[in-house]
């Protein structure tokens, strides 16, 4: 018996077992620097699900959905950028990380001091997220092309609870900054950073940055620091660094190592000294560094911190007062003790670099130093460095020894960073170790100047990163670690970007692999988003959203409540809801996740949904009914059932063919509006109402006088075209011909027959939002449409767009199980409580010599809903819906199926819309069942 156990076990590790394994990536041939410190090899990585699955000699046979061949390159993992600041451009723009991925960073370290979160007031309403949880929850569900793992910063929540003020914080708003820590940590951080060398963080003292370090200590996070001084002062800032580790019991990681200043360049010795006697006592104690002589900052940093005591605002208020300008120019050149970036340069303005200024006069000036700036336009360098403080202006002081970047770098406890992160393409890198940090430590410090090896410099930059921001699945070439893998050329790998022009994008980098998917290659950005927030030790992965249900589910359907639950993991969707009616009877209504991350209130199965275009069919109902009532006609022009005149612009004329839209048109959306061509009228609501000079947001009424004023895209009844205008133009026309509002006509006369009490027209704003329903989540910012902040930016799902205009095309709210009863009430055509059996069967009908576009040959549009056939061979009646923040699906199948699906967020980083996607795998699962059913008949 165990003879038979070994030769199972022989046959099951073989070689031709490996063999015949599939794997997502081979890469063949490279030369594997494993980042581990051990001399190179030659072999091939083999990877699966995002790991790495095997190493070394792999047979010829294997099978790969993608063949890399890495002959003649370096295949390494992926390099860690320490200093990231913010992961908040990936959320704007994927192509905002093309500068780190062209040097093969795969993840950062974001922030320094300030952080993404928490935020409060102004700041939280623009950025759409006020809690680190809701922060990690938006890049979620946008997905990212590098991973994230994130500090919480101790000048965020200082500010947040003292402002900018020079005072230490009594024993009650310590809590509240402890509680704001404790908060962060809980939701993912890895710990705390500080910037002690900007305002109003240099006014903490030890004791108060100890007290929030020791609340992320004891969820195992660590303290990250820009320390208090980098130059005179530098080793008592180290030894405070330390301190504060040793009383607040975490490890301590120094961002960016240097020894600023001619005078301090032989205390970096020194300072490696220090940390090496805290790392020889058992002490954890390490730094990163960057491979430039010039550091950066903001220009206002050259100011004693003393007069940004009271804030930014007032600092900037004095700062063309002649007196204050003589005080501050002879502090700079006289005054020591403080972190003087003027003294570190040798007080010599050649040595001050402009990285990027948003000054008019000077920014086209980037590049050139302050002295070169004023000897070019005949100016004062001290009259040019007080015009830079009145503006947004950065600057690269040349401030340490190409001798202590090489020291530094040896020590095997030092990591590496950009101090810039991702670049949103607005020019805000300014420095250009943004795009060339390290592409530039292997071009310069390992093959030009040798300064360590190869193997040292991958292990530095990757493994000992990792460690360093307790991402442990990840850093080496090994197999069951996490895929990030990157793939350059040794001898072309080089960095192109210079002060003058910062951006160029590093040479050399050919793959780049983030959790096993392919997102830079040959120079470009992949598009795809296989990042995560590597989430830290504090965090409860038992308490993610995917790990909450509520209501009810028969055994019958069981395996779509798993699809559901699977799906939710697979998507990081906050919440979500489902109900299920088979012929009649609800088998499933449950609720998913959350529908408030930050109370962490769970979705209910009676939880209310934005259901965005799933109010076209219920406003199709509507209309319907008034057509079996004889008060309105299908074939019905729709213009003379206006109270709205076309207003047209300068001597601008009327396109005959809007006479000929009807009722038919405006349901089969076959108007004439194609938005593929022009536009989408309904979120034109800034631009019309300037037009007609109404306040902002345009409503209803006035997009229609616009729009009836507008040229057509197509003749009218021709071809399929989506338009949200058709059922805004329904909505008027029913309100005309009923005398009444469209919703509480809608209620009464639609909703109320099955019982559907709670439905009703949402609004644009959160605090508006009714009892019961659910927070929209969405990563994108919008400029408002509403007059208040017109313009401004605000989360796409909050004030981007006035709601309460979409009404009879989009702004409905409600629940799963609203849906799924509207849908099966046309299961039974016979016995329809709305409509008449004839009704139902023209709303389903395809429409006459209309043409339709698409891959899905078998799909039309009826009256207010999508009919089509699954793969399946099943008759779908269904219609989808999607806004900023919410995706829907209500589905009524003619084997008697009938559902409804919502999601409190529209995307993930797989799928463009939550329940379209979810569809696929319910019409899969019940379709299955439908074959299952009719074998099981067929055999009896």
């Not at 073989?14 to 490279?30: H, K, N, T």
């Not at 030894?239 to 301590?252: C, F, N, Q």
């Amino acid at each position: 018996m165990l003879r038979c156990a070994i030769a199972v076990v022989l046959v099951l590790v073989s070689p031709a077992a490996f063999a015949q394994e599939q794997y997502d990536v081979l890469i063949r041939g490279g030369r594997i620097v494993d980042g581990s410190g051990a001399p190179w090899y030659y072999g091939d990585v083999a990877i699966r699900r995002g790991r790495i699955a095997r190493l070394g000699h792999i047979p010829a046979d294997a099978k790969a959905e993608k063949t890399i061949d890495a002959k003649g390159l370096v295949v390494a993992p992926g390099f860690i950028d320490m200093m990231g600041q913010s992961a908040t451009p990936m959320l704007r723009s994927t192509d905002s990380a093309l500068n780190l991925l062209a040097q093969g960073v795969t993840t950062i370290n974001a922030g320094e001091g300030s952080s993404a979160a928490p935020l409060a007031g102004e700041e939280a309403v623009s950025q759409g997220w006020s809690t680190m949880a809701e922060h990690f929850q938006l890049l979620d569900i946008k997905g990212l092309p590098v991973n994230v793992v994130q500090t919480v910063g101790h000048t965020q929540v200082r500010r947040l609870v003292l402002g900018d003020v020079d005072r230490r914080p009594s024993t009650e708003e310590l809590k509240k900054m402890q509680d704001l820590v404790d908060e962060a940590m809980q939701a993912g951080a890895i710990g705390v950073s500080t910037a002690l060398i900007y305002p109003p963080a240099t006014y903490a003292s030890m004791e108060e940055i100890a007290s929030l370090c020791e609340v992320a200590g004891k969820y195992g996070g660590r303290y990250y620091t820009h320390m208090r001084n980098e130059g005179d002062r530098l080793l008592d800032a180290i030894d405070e660094a330390i301190e504060i580790g040793r009383m607040a019991k975490t490890p301590v990681h120094i961002f960016h190592l240097k020894a600023a200043g001619e005078q301090n360049w032989g205390k970096m010795a020194e300072a490696i000294a220090k940390i090496k006697a805290a790392r020889a006592i058992g002490q954890q104690v390490a730094a990163d560094i960057y491979p430039y002589i010039n550091n950066g900052l903001n220009i206002t940093a050259f100011i004693h911190p003393r007069h940004s005591a009271e804030g930014r605002a007032k600092l900037l208020a004095r700062i063309d007062d002649p007196e204050f300008r003589k005080e501050v120019r002879k502090e700079m050149e006289t005054v020591g003790g403080w972190e003087n970036w003027y003294r570190h340069t040798g007080m010599n303005w050649n040595k001050a670099i402009v990285g990027r200024t948003s000054d008019k006069e000077f920014r086209d000036s980037s590049g050139q130093s302050i002295q070169a700036i004023a000897d070019s336009m005949k100016k004062d360098p001290w009259d040019v460095f007080f015009q830079l403080c009145k503006s947004d202006s950065f600057v690269l002081p040349q401030s340490m020894a190409e001798a202590n970047v090489s020291r530094a770098m040896r020590e095997e406890f030092v990591s590496f960073c950009t101090d810039v992160g991702p670049d949103d393409k607005r020019g805000l890198a300014g420095h250009p170790r943004s795009y060339g940090a390290f592409a530039r430590l292997i071009s310069r410090y390992v093959r030009e100047w040798g300064v360590i090896s190869l193997e040292r410099a991958v292990a530095q930059a990757s493994a000992v990163a990792a460690n360093e921001v307790l991402a442990y699945d990840r850093g080496r070439i090994s197999q069951g670690l996490a895929a990030d893998v990157i793939i350059f050329d040794y001898d072309r790998f080089v960095d192109r970007a210079t002060f003058a022009e910062p951006n160029q994008v590093a040479e050399g980098m050919k793959f780049v692999l983030v959790n096993g998917v392919t997102v830079f290659e040959d120079g470009k950005v992949t598009g795809k988003k296989p990042g995560r927030v590597l989430r830290g030790p504090g965090y409860d992965r038992t308490k993610a959203p995917s790990n909450y249900s509520t209501g009810k589910v028969e055994p019958v359907a069981q395996v779509y409540d798993r699809i559901f639950q699977k799906f939710m993991r697979d998507h990081n969707a906050p919440g979500g809801a489902m109900t299920i009616i088979d012929r009649g009877k609800v088998v499933a209504n449950r609720g998913y996740g959350f529908s408030e991350v930050v109370a962490r209130e769970q979705v209910q199965p009676d939880s209310l949904f934005r259901i965005a275009s799933i109010s076209k069919p219920i406003t199709a109902v509507a209309i319907l009914k008034l057509v079996e009532q004889g008060k309105l006609q299908l074939d019905q022009p729709v213009v003379p059932l206006l109270k709205q005149k076309a207003f047209l612009e300068g001597d601008s004329k009327a396109d005959e063919r809007v006479a000929k839209i009807t009722i038919r048109h405006c349901l089969q959306h076959t108007g004439g509006w194609d938005r593929g061509k022009s536009f989408d009228a309904m979120f034109k609501q800034t631009d019309f109402a300037k037009l007609l000079g109404k306040e902002c947001p345009a409503g209803p009424s006035e997009i229609i006088e616009v729009m009836l004023g507008k040229p057509l895209d197509l003749d009218p009844g021709t071809k399929y075209a989506y338009s949200n205008l058709g059922y805004c133009i329904l909505g008027r026309i029913l309100e005309n011909v009923t005398g009444e509002a469209y919703e509480p006509y809608t209620q009464k006369h639609v909703l109320a027959p099955l019982g559907i009490t709670r439905m009703r027209i949402g609004k644009s704003f959160l605090k508006d939002r009714v009892p019961g329903e659910v927070r929209y989540y969405d990563p994108g910012v919008s400029p408002s449409v509403y007059q208040a902040n017109l313009g401004n930016d605000v989360p796409s799902a909050y004030g981007a767009w006035s709601l309460e205009a979409l009404d009879s095309h989009g702004g409905w709210i409600a629940s799963a199980h609203d849906l799924a009863t509207f849908a099966a009430a046309f299961a039974d055509p016979d016995h329809c409580p709305l409509l008449k059996a004839e009704t139902i069967r023209e709303m389903y009908r395809k429409p006459e010599n209309v043409e339709f576009d698409g891959p899905d040959k078998t799909l039309y549009y009826g009256l207010g809903w999508q009919v089509r056939t699954t793969k399946g061979g099943t008759l779908v009646m269904q219609h989808g819906g999607s806004l900023p923040g919410t995706a829907t699906s209500m589905v009524q199948r003619a084997d008697g199926l009938s559902w409804a699906v919502v999601f409190n967020a529209r995307l993930s980083p797989t799928a463009t819309h939550l329940a379209t996607a979810l569809n696929e795998l319910l019409h899969e699962a019940a379709d299955a069942a439908r074959k299952t059913s009719a074998s099981s008949s067929a055999a009896q």
